[in-house]
């Protein structure tokens, strides 16, 4: 069975700083999802990665996808309050599964 | 495009009873996925649908879960009988490999 494995799954961090956020899976795939989820709400996609070497970016988040190493990375620059969320990642290897969630929070 | 439509929104039921959730998916989307998210588990993949066939439900936790997809707008997802354990929040999702989109969600709580 597909592992998709995150972390960190707790993430404080300042105002202005930067952060990468890790994602890690078990089987190959070339299909990786990175969605957030704020508090009692549902799950909003952020980006699709379709092949290695993927990089997508939207305003301070950057997500990129290495299939080699299995390895996804969403990076954070000079977070601001409205990041706090929950970031999730997902493997399609078939089906989808999702990794553990990493709920950050970014402090003033 | 109103999205994926799950109802109810919030479900309240005595252990014991019936409960069947409800997904209508965004129309076109090949795959159907229900998930179940509680704050132990994470988000678990109950089953998936591809063109309304079951591919794989492997996820559903026992024989108390069954779900449908009885034409291409439509899927449930039914609990009997129901147990204070299933209490989650329960998604569905549609889409294909270019992006899938969630719906709202279902909180059940099973008292």
């Known amino acids: 069975e597909l592992k998709v494995e995150q972390n960190p799954l707790f993430l404080s961090m300042q105002e202005g700083k930067n952060y990468t956020i890790y994602c890690n899976y078990s089987?190959?795939?070339?299909?990786l999802y990175w969605y957030r989820q704020d508090p009692g709400k549902s799950l909003e996609s952020l980006f699709v990665?379709?092949?290695?070497?993927a990089v997508k970016q939207e305003g301070r988040l950057m997500a990129s996808l290495d299939t080699k190493a299995r390895l996804s990375t969403l990076h954070i620059t000079a977070a601001v309050h409205d990041l706090s969320a929950t970031y999730f990642c997902?493997?399609?290897?078939?089906?989808?599964?999702f990794g553990a969630g990493t709920r950050l929070t970014v402090k003033p | 495009d109103a999205g994926v439509i799950q109802s109810p929104r919030h479900e309240v039921t005595e252990m014991g009873q019936e409960v069947t959730l409800r997904c209508k998916p965004i129309?076109?989307?090949?795959?159907l996925f229900w998930y179940r998210q509680t704050m132990m588990r994470g988000l678990e993949l109950l089953i998936y649908?591809?063109?309304?066939?079951?591919?794989?439900d492997s996820g559903m936790p026992e024989d108390r879960f069954s779900a449908k997809m009885p034409n291409a707008s439509f899927s449930t997802l039914k609990i009997q009988p129901s147990e204070p354990r299933d209490s989650a929040v329960y998604f569905c999702a549609s889409g294909w490999e270019l992006g899938y989109t969630f719906g709202s969600g279902t909180r059940l709580t099973v008292v």
């Open positions: 997902a493997v399609d290897g078939g089906d989808m599964r």
């Open positions: 129309s076109g989307h090949d795959y």
């Open positions: 649908f591809n063109n309304n066939v079951p591919i794989d």
């Open positions: 990665l379709l092949s290695n070497g």
């Open positions: 089987t190959t795939s070339d299909r």
